[in-house]
């Protein structure tokens, strides 16, 4: 690939940013990444901070500034950062016209006073949020080609959406018997932050719901499905493991189906989307199938009246559901081919 694009990474040292590190540091398309951390604590590059990438390459390490962004001349910068540190840092990126991914939260929604509902934080200016472009490339990628801001979404709800948004559009579920989303993830979707719940004592051989109905991944969901709250049920599992999600989802249908029909359903809805993958009818798939992978796999089981389905939707929280699909968003703003570096 003659055409290489240069890339900044801000906040390297989470389990999203340092999978977004293995990622761009094999990717084609890019040069050199410069990885920008608020302490750097003597590093000079990343191998000093994660060893197992020795020997993939040079990965400089650079105390963050907003100028110290601009002064290299990334054309893009991503930010895996928590929501308070996107809100500030973001706007300076842009200024200096580098182009953002951002993986917080702080920009996924269209109104400001939802993030301040369910994160508790400021909302950003309603300018830079209108030119923010929620990036599900599934959905959105003719917006996200020309977007100057990219919200990567949640590792939850890009599962549900995927697994929910052909059989809306379609207007086959019966949305006044309400959906329920029954969502399961591996611990490193809480972040690294140290956490009594998040310990190894604590998750090893154990299984627990929590934020139920108050989780803040819930108006992702109802914004991109055209749902109001009152329409579904959304729970969110920590599984006893380190990655991956699954989002069982139960719809009734307001007519009776094959499963011929929804399997065509799903097929000509993501044809051409080579990072979903739809099984055939009957057969479920698994996390063992998406883990490290940027792929999401979706099947569905339906009942003998045709009436009452369940869709399986599952990925790599860290892969489709964080670094990866930031890379495949990535790749569609700069015209690379959308799956370089994925596959």
């Not at 580098?98 to 300018?127: H, I, Q």
């Not at 792929?295 to 939707?313: E, P, T």
Request: glycine share 10%.
């Amino acid at each position: 690939m003659s055409r290489r694009v240069a890339t900044a990474v801000v906040g390297a040292t989470g389990y999203a940013g340092y999978e977004l590190a293995r990622l761009l540091l094999r990717h084609p398309g890019t040069e050199r990444p410069v990885f920008y951390l608020r302490e750097t604590n003597g590093a000079k590059c990343l191998t000093e901070v994660f060893p197992a990438l020795r020997g993939w390459g040079d990965a400089p390490v650079r105390k963050f500034t907003p100028e110290a962004v601009a002064s290299q001349g990334a054309q893009v910068a991503f930010l895996a950062t928590p929501h308070e540190a996107s809100l500030e840092y973001a706007p300076e990126i842009l200024k200096a016209g580098t182009r953002v991914v951002d993986l917080s939260g702080a920009f996924r929604f269209r109104c400001g006073e939802t993030l301040a509902e369910w994160y508790g934080l400021k909302p950003p200016e309603p300018a830079l949020l209108q030119r923010a472009v929620y990036g599900l490339p599934e959905l959105y990628a003719a917006q996200v080609k020309d977007a100057e801001l990219v919200a990567n979404p949640g590792c939850y709800p890009t599962a549900v959406i995927l697994g929910l948004r052909p059989l809306l559009e379609a207007g086959l579920a019966a949305r006044g018997r309400g959906i329920v989303c029954d969502c399961k993830s591996g611990t490193t979707g809480a972040g690294k932050e140290p956490r009594r719940e998040t310990h190894f004592c604590e998750v090893n051989e154990n299984f627990r719901a929590y934020k139920l109905f108050s989780h803040q991944h819930t108006p992702e969901v109802l914004e991109h499905l055209g749902l109001g709250a009152g329409d579904v049920m959304f729970s969110t599992h920590l599984l006893p493991l380190s990655r991956g999600i699954l989002a069982t989802l139960y719809a009734w249908l307001d007519a009776p189906a094959t499963g011929e029909d929804i399997e065509a359903l799903y097929r000509k809805y993501y044809a051409g989307r080579k990072m979903v993958r739809i099984w055939p009818a009957g057969r479920l798939p698994e996390l063992q199938h998406v883990a490290h992978t940027n792929f999401c796999d979706i099947g569905f089981a339906l009942d003998h009246s045709g009436q009452r389905l369940m869709v399986v939707s599952c990925l790599d929280n860290l892969g489709k559901g964080a670094a990866g699909q930031a890379v495949q968003n990535f790749n569609l703003m700069t015209g690379i081919e959308e799956a370089e570096g994925l596959l």
